[in-house]
């Protein structure tokens, strides 16, 4: 994930970051910003110019940045965000290594708690008689999420039958609210998938089943049961 900010937020550049948390003099602040205009190079340069950083810092210094930036996007209540795949990022960017993921799954959950809750109980309206289940191709997505302990037992108990949306607002260990938001933003991470159809593993228990019962019948019921 790269960032670029317009205008500049003077709380996000990299060098006010490492002055507020001491790591920076005033000095070398602007010493960092004279390199910067004489040799046309990032903050991060200029530092390890200096030497007041090591490469190996300066990206654990990148990532605090770009965390606390990301922190910032998604708890913005206006406006829209999104993300854009790219072949390669438009300029030398050092990328360091961020769970966007998790970090996305918790800022569409918190959202959920400013949501009125007739909204939030019409965005699943649609799909209560529908099957629902984790898509194959999201189940890596899913092991970055970050769940908790709760969240966890809540994603085995969706995985350890094939449910109707309704049957697992009844089984859920959330509760009502809970899953609600859960199933929110599972969805807006395109996560889940819904079906009218029962999948074939639940058919064929609820078929088994049937004719295990006829059998244990015609085992013990008298002739009469048994022509029935």
Known sequence: VGWRTEPVQEAEVLGVLLYRAERLTKEQLARSLEIMSEKGVRQGEALIEMRVVNFPQLVLVLQKQVELILQSVLTQQEGVWAFY???ALPERFVAPPLRVPARVYRALLAHTQNMPLEELATSHRANLDNYVRVRPVAREVVGELGFNEEERRFLE???SNDWRTRELFSV?????SGTASVLWALNQLGVLTYGSQE??????GRTTGR????LAAVDTGNSFDVLE
């Open 85 to 87: 795949p790219l072949d």
């Open 199 to 204: 999948g074939e593993e639940r058919r064929l």
């Open 172 to 176: 859920s260990n959330l509760g009502r």
């Open 211 to 214: 004719i295990r019962r006829k």
């Open 157 to 159: 108990i969706l995985e």
